[in-house]
């Protein structure tokens, strides 16, 4: 059941029988978007530093602290 671009949860499917159909959608569309808001935000995952990546920038760090910014030549690729 695609629902173009909107996504849905993945939890219980809610079902009110009884009363006018449009009432009725309306609830369940009040439930929906109340379980929509109240979802716990997912923690964000844990970035392991590549010690390679980590060298590389310290190096480039200190080489431009010790050298002042890259000049431009007048190369043009």
């Known amino acids: 059941m695609s629902g173009n671009g909107k996504s849905?949860?993945?939890?219980?499917?809610?079902?009110?029988?009884?009363?006018?159909?449009?009432?009725?959608a309306a609830v369940i569309a009040a439930v929906e978007q109340f379980l929509a808001?109240?979802?716990?935000?997912?923690?964000?995952?844990a970035t392991a530093t590549n010690p390679w990546q980590q060298?590389?920038?310290?190096?480039?760090v200190s080489a431009k602290q010790a050298f002042g910014p890259a000049r431009r030549t007048g190369w043009r690729w």
Do not use: C, K, M, N
Not at 15 to 21: F, L, N, S
Not at 55 to 60: P, R
């Open 8 to 24: 849905r949860l993945s939890g219980p499917r809610i079902e009110i029988h009884g009363p006018p159909p449009r009432e009725a």
């Open 37 to 45: 808001d109240t979802v716990p935000a997912a923690e964000p995952a």
């Open 55 to 60: 060298a590389a920038l310290v190096e480039g």
